[in-house]
């Protein structure tokens, strides 16, 4: 089967797959590392066991998700070096420099503080335990900082130069990791990874409230789950909104393809559905809206969009693919909308915990933010094709002179190490989501001073 493509397809295959699998870890653990820190607050301000509950809960799935997120990506780093050695060698005065600055600031402060959260709730005072989750989860803030960096200039390149021997170098650091794209990115990422784990948190409160609608913790974990459904869902919408105006001024043709816009036209279409046809420049049994692409992309139902017809052909990116993978993110996130939305409904009602349908749909929509995050980051990289820092280096150009034999059989290795490794990690995980966090008995040490605590843990020794 492999024998049909060539070593550049492979190679794009490859880095597909590692990231699809890597992006999910970081989404999970971004939003999760927030919520354990809310969690331990809460605890300190109410001391109500039920936060210490659900932080011990969580905290262990914390764990695992973060160390296969932490050993997907650094598998998908080195890709740089096989796959796309001539990527590395012209953009590496830009790139490596961010993400060094990722290293020094995120992981390494994520590392020193990460022993302590996991470990060290009996062995340190409350508050200084509180400190240091507070650090792991701003440090996975910080490390999205960077990446979202690095990918934000690879779309919308600034403040570059190009020295003697052809490489990008950075002339303005600011405008480099400022670029045009970049505010939009990774604040639509980071609610992107807030609502992915929301919905998780709400869809595992939602599992043990339809076995037991008593479960303090489960209706706990749903409570604030659905708040945040309620309150960030609408704004990430309106975030999606902007980032896709901004990217309609920096990428245009990746607009094109999203839209299913092969035509430069006034009072353009919105398609809701339909079969981009490459081949022929069209959208076939389309069901659109006219004038609705318009109001959405200009704020003009009479303005004027460009379509695909404005580049050269061969600067199209796949446009089926941009054009689903596009409706796919939106429906998710309208049914992340409504779910909010119904919970604030019933909430209001007195009924957030009698609700079973609502109930079911949550656990339902409970890995659909996963979807979500994969079907955006498509529309993000097939959208800039052909390009891999968009207009100045193209993705053929790129790639390292490999024969496809050895790509291919890194591509099986990692399919198969994959799947066993990680599928073994995520059935731990629901194994562990599966748990009864009513059951877990609050540490009475950390209720006590941390001399007291530490006096306890002595004489248990002696």
């Given amino acids: 089967m492999l024998d049909s493509f060539d070593a550049l397809s492979l190679a794009r295959f490859q880095f597909a797959f590692t990231v699809a699998f890597h992006i999910i870890f970081p989404a999970f653990t971004i939003g999760l590392a927030s919520f354990l820190a809310v969690l331990e607050a809460l605890y300190l301000k109410t001391r109500k066991p039920v936060y210490q509950q659900l932080f011990q809960f969580w905290v262990k ?49 994520e590392a020193g503080f990460l022993g302590v959260m996991l470990f060290g709730m009996n062995r340190v005072g409350e508050r200084l335990h509180f400190f240091a989750t507070l650090m792991v989860a701003i440090g996975t803030a910080i490390s999205a900082f960077w990446i979202l960096s690095v990918n934000s200039w690879m779309q919308t390149p600034q403040g570059y130069g190009i020295n003697e021997v052809g490489q990008f170098v950075a002339e303005d650091w600011f405008k480099v990791v400022f670029n045009p794209s970049f505010p939009y990115r990774l604040v639509h990422m980071l609610l992107a990874a807030y609502l992915t784990t929301a919905f998780v948190v709400g869809a595992v409160g939602a599992w043990h409230l339809l076995k037991d609608k008593t479960s303090a913790a489960a209706r706990k974990m749903f409570s604030m789950a659905m708040w945040m459904a309620l309150l960030v869902a609408p704004l990430q919408v309106v975030v999606g909104d902007l980032h896709g105006l901004n990217t309609q001024e920096y990428q245009p043709a990746k607009v094109a393809a999203m839209e299913g816009h092969f035509e430069t036209q006034t009072q353009a279409p919105l398609y809701l559905f339909g079969l981009p046809n490459m081949d022929e420049a069209r959208v076939d049994y389309g069901v659109a809206i006219p004038g609705l692409g318009s109001l959405i992309l200009k704020h003009d139902v009479n303005a004027e969009v460009t379509g695909l017809d404005a580049f050269p052909r061969d600067e199209w990116p796949n446009v089926p693919i941009v054009f689903w993978a596009f409706r796919i993110m939106v429906g998710i996130g309208m049914l992340m909308v409504l779910a909010g939305l119904w919970s604030g409904l019933q909430r209001l009602r007195g009924r957030l915990y009698e609700g079973r349908t609502l109930q079911r749909f949550v656990l339902l929509m409970g890995p659909l933010g996963f979807v979500a995050v994969v079907a955006g980051w498509v529309v993000t990289e097939v959208g800039r094709q052909p390009w891999v820092i968009y207009g100045l280096l193209r993705t053929a150009d790129a790639a390292s002179p490999i024969a496809k034999e050895g790509v291919a059989g890194s591509l099986i290795a990692f399919i198969v190490v994959y799947f066993l ?35 306890r843990l002595v004489g248990e020794e002696d």
């Fill in 61 to 109: 799935i914390f764990a695992v998700a973060f160390g296969m997120g932490v050993v997907s990506g650094i598998v998908m780093s080195y890709q740089f070096g096989t796959n796309w050695s001539v990527f590395s060698d012209q953009a590496g005065p830009v790139i490596g420099p961010l993400m060094g600055y990722e290293v020094l600031t995120a992981f390494f402060l």
């Fill in 421 to 455: 490794v990680f599928g073994a990690g995520t059935f731990y995980i629901l194994r562990k989501m599966a748990g009864n966090a009513d059951a877990i008995q609050v540490t009475k040490s950390s209720t006590k001073k941390p001399g007291l605590a530490a006096e």
